[in-house]
């Protein structure tokens, strides 16, 4: 029976896996998402690459059995890609950019069987509109550390969770991954949910 791997160092992706009974293999792709290739694309187009090159590359690295699971997003505010802002600076110019407004929230998703030699890649998007902030508000969000390293700069299961009334779509893709859409291509694989339950376990 294949392994669950998980194709990324996101907390928030694992933590989605095993609150769901997954037991995944944590494999981080290093794929640097920073290069021209990549930032020249489309957000949407974008999540759907680097949710593709990270399961690849994992791939290449393992020799047995294996359901991988790539994933990226970004959050699509006016066409732009909001990252990860890495920085208090940049964390703080975009949280005033989103205050008091709507974006979407793109992920990636590459699942590969390697077994079975079947990939299946698709994006899923949700809407996310965020309350007005001020600037005191901002600053203490910042401060907090939570959105250097998320992308968009804000989370829903977090310290930005008081600042977002209204999500429109699959709340478990603006963690990082949809839950329902690893559950369909699951089954488009050939397995059932509680199969994939005990995979690595």
């Given at each position: 029976?294949?392994?669950?791997?998980?194709?990324?160092?996101?907390?928030?992706?694992?933590?989605?896996?095993?609150?769901?009974?997954?037991?995944?293999?944590?494999?981080?792709?290093?794929?640097?998402?920073?290069?021209?290739?990549?930032?020249?694309?489309?957000?949407?187009?974008?999540?759907?690459?680097?949710?593709?090159?990270?399961?690849?590359?994992?791939?290449?690295?393992?020799?047995?059995?294996?359901?991988?699971?790539?994933?990226?997003?970004?959050?699509?505010?006016?066409?732009?890609?909001?990252?990860k802002p890495e920085t208090p600076a940049v964390a703080i110019e975009?949280?005033?950019?989103?205050?008091?407004?709507?974006?979407?929230?793109?992920?990636?998703?590459?699942?590969?069987?390697?077994?079975?030699?079947?990939?299946?890649?698709?994006?899923?998007?949700?809407?996310?509109?965020?309350?007005?902030?001020?600037?005191?508000?901002?600053?203490?969000?910042?401060?907090?550390?939570?959105?250097?390293?998320?992308?968009?700069?804000?989370?829903?299961?977090?310290?930005?969770?008081?600042?977002?009334?209204?999500?429109?779509?699959?709340?478990?893709?603006?963690?990082?991954?949809?839950?329902?859409?690893?559950?369909?291509?699951?089954?488009?694989?050939?397995?059932?949910?509680?199969?994939?339950?005990?995979?690595?376990?």
């Amino acid at each position: 029976m294949p392994r669950i791997v998980l194709a990324s160092q996101s907390t928030s992706r694992r933590r989605l896996l095993e609150g769901a009974g997954l037991n995944p293999t944590v494999i981080v792709s290093h794929v640097d998402e920073e290069t021209d290739f990549f930032t020249s694309m489309s957000p949407a187009d974008m999540v759907i690459a680097l949710a593709i090159a990270k399961a690849h590359t994992v791939r290449e690295n393992i020799d047995y059995p294996a359901i991988i699971i790539g994933c990226d997003s970004t959050f699509d505010v006016d066409g732009i890609s909001f990252g990860k802002p890495e920085t208090p600076a940049v964390a703080i110019e975009r949280a005033r950019k989103i205050s008091g407004r709507s974006g979407w929230l793109h992920t990636g998703h590459c699942i590969i069987d390697t077994e079975k030699g079947i990939e299946i890649a698709d994006r899923i998007t949700t809407k996310v509109t965020f309350d007005v902030m001020n600037e005191e508000e901002i600053a203490d969000y910042v401060a907090s550390g939570e959105p250097l390293k998320v992308a968009g700069g804000f989370t829903l299961d977090g310290f930005g969770s008081p600042f977002i009334p209204v999500i429109e779509g699959d709340y478990t893709n603006v963690v990082g991954i949809s839950m329902p859409f690893l559950r369909r291509t699951i089954k488009e694989l050939g397995y059932t949910w509680p199969q994939v339950k005990k995979m690595g376990a």
